[in-house]
T-cell receptor, first 110, second 119 residues
Framework: SQQGEEDPQALSIQEGENATMNCSYKTSINNLQWYRQNSGRGLVHLILIRSNEREKHSGRLRVTLDTSKKSSSLLITASRAADTASYFCATATGTYKYIFGTGTRLKVLA | GAVVSQHPSWVICKSGTSVKIECRSLDFQATTMFWYRQFPKQSLMLMATSNEGSKATYEQGVEKDKFLINHASLTLSTLTVTSAHPEDSSFYIC???????????????FGEGSRLTVL
């Protein structure tokens, strides 16, 4: 069964705005990763945050992790039309068996 | 980053036939590969974990006789959908984990996916 629930399910914003997606999970984790998927394509790894980390940055991406609330957020700043994609969080519980969240479909309007 | 190749990227077959999908790690050794299934506009559902040289571990609800997984080498895992039916039509994605101790230890890399359509 899926471990992560993401919210919102769909998000539509204007180019230049920030996009925030949230992920909640159910059990203890070793790490949490965010992935991006363009329609009909495979997944691209964006960022990994370990359970002892609280925040991580990569370019225009900022990820936070709150293990007490079992939640993570992905912030994309200054969004571009090319950021239009589905974004998934994935959690690992020690065996590198990753369980994916329900995903957020982001549409950035030019 | 490391490259995982999936083949074929799309396949159409008749009901009752079997289809084999290959997942290869091109520039690293992968002790473990994972097979996922994705329905339109939905998330990835883990089907099974494939370990090199041993039997695959299937998730609850996944028929092991229906979805045969073989991981005969450190760079290749195959998923065979046997006696395919229209309800097996889906997007299948594999991922590979780098072998312990190597430069890609623990990282997960994804293939581009294989779209199966069963008529």
């Amino acid at each position: 069964s899926q471990q992560g629930e993401e919210d919102p399910q769909a998000l539509s914003i204007q180019e230049g705005e920030n996009a925030t997606m949230n992920c909640s999970y159910k059990t203890s984790i070793n790490n949490l990763q965010w992935y991006r998927q363009n329609s009909g394509r495979g997944l691209v790894h964006l960022i990994l945050i370990r359970s002892n980390e609280r925040e991580k940055h990569s370019g225009r991406l900022r990820v936070t992790l709150d293990t007490s609330k079992k939640s993570s957020s992905l912030l994309i700043t200054a969004s571009r039309a090319a950021d239009t994609a589905s974004y998934f969080c994935a959690t690992a519980t020690g065996t590198y068996k990753y369980i994916f969240g329900t995903g957020t479909r982001l549409k950035v309007l030019a | 980053g490391a490259v995982v190749s999936q083949h074929p990227s799309w396949v159409i077959c008749k009901s009752g036939t079997s289809v084999k999908i290959e997942c290869r790690s091109l520039d690293f050794q992968a002790t473990t590969m994972f097979w996922y299934r994705q329905f339109p506009k939905q998330s990835l559902m883990l089907m099974a974990t494939s370990n090199e040289g041993s039997k695959a571990t299937y998730e609850q609800g996944v028929e092991k006789d229906k979805f045969l997984i073989n991981h005969a080498s450190l760079t290749l895992s195959t998923l065979t959908v046997t006696s395919a039916h229209p309800e097996d039509s889906s997007f299948y994605i594999c991922s590979a984990r780098g072998a312990a101790g190597g430069p890609n230890t623990g990282e997960l890399f994804f293939g581009e996916g294989s779209r199966l359509t069963v008529l």
